[in-house]
């Protein structure tokens, strides 16, 4: 059984930085398959970043460049690295891995003030 707790959310200016933690509550290292998603309020949830079952990573166009995701296996724990934050980025990101299912995070609020 694999739970997820994410933290580092917040309100931010545009322009700035935040950086989202999801920590395993099980054993993630193993798995390979992991990253985020974010919903905007009206609009369907999208995949912002993730690790690939070859190790690469992937990135949505809108944020190549700016966010970055990474892991921390000691620590059990992914992160979402959000650089050059922009209004267009408010909403609620939520971290998953897939095992033999998928396991979701509660989901963290990030908001980007103009």
């Known amino acids: 059984q694999v739970q997820l707790v994410e933290s580092g959310g917040g309100l931010v200016q545009t322009g700035g930085s935040l950086r989202l933690s999801c920590a395993g509550t099980?054993?993630?290292?193993?798995?390979?398959?992991m990253g985020w998603y974010r919903q905007a309020p009206g609009k369907q949830r999208e995949l912002v970043a993730a690790f690939t079952s070859g190790g690469t990573t992937n990135y949505a166009d809108s944020v190549k460049g700016r966010f970055t995701i990474s892991r921390d296996n000691a620590k059990n724990t992914m992160y979402l690295q959000m650089n050059s934050l922009k209004p267009e980025d408010t909403a609620v990101y939520y971290c998953?891995?897939?095992?033999?299912?998928?396991?979701w995070g509660q989901g963290t609020q990030v908001t980007v003030s103009s």
């Open positions: 998953y891995v897939v095992g033999l299912i998928a396991y």
């Open positions: 099980g054993s993630i290292t193993r798995l390979n398959l």
